[in-house]
């Protein structure tokens, strides 16, 4: 997992397998706070932003994907059927993600209610790949899927 660099927070984010992220002042390198996720982060953080303010995102091993504000508060939790791995991305309003209960979901940010869900015959691993208005991500089933969003 690559450290996340917060462009408004001052902060370098870096989530672990031991369940937790951290962060650290961007300039002193000082312990700034932690989130408890309880379980492993192996994909990595993107930030977005909700009413003109960066948060990040992120997903867990437990199957929970979660935003939180730049002081490390939660602010929504979604619960998906399996362990999430990949790295969402973030495109017209929506964040994307895989995850190993075979569905490709895509959230609002603002308030982490599911806007779409697409189910493959595979766990999702990947990051989503969005070229024009087709996002692709492979699947453990073998293809490459792609669909109009």
């Not at 309880?38 to 932003?49: T, Y």
């Not at 929506?94 to 603002?110: E, K």
């Not at 308030?111 to 492979?138: A, C, Q, W």
Request: glycine letters at 14%; one cysteine or more.
């Amino acid at each position: 997992m690559k450290p996340f660099v917060s462009q408004a927070g001052g902060f370098v984010a870096a989530a672990t397998t031991d369940g937790f992220v951290y962060a650290v002042d961007k300039k002193s390198g000082t312990y700034k706070w932690n989130f408890v996720v309880k379980s492993p982060v192996i994909g990595n953080i993107v930030s977005g932003k909700i009413n003109g303010v960066e948060h990040l995102f992120f997903g867990s091993d437990s199957g929970i994907f979660y935003c939180l504000d730049n002081s490390g508060k939660r602010v929504w939790q979604f619960a998906a059927g399996g362990k999430i791995r990949t790295e969402p991305v973030i495109h017209n309003g929506r964040i994307w993600f895989g995850s190993a209960d075979n569905a490709l979901y895509a959230l609002d940010p603002a308030t982490g209610k599911e806007v779409f869900k697409f189910k493959s015959d595979g766990n999702i691993y990947g990051k989503p790949l969005i070229e024009g208005d087709r996002l692709f991500f492979g699947s453990t089933d073998g293809y490459i899927h792609s669909i109009n969003i």
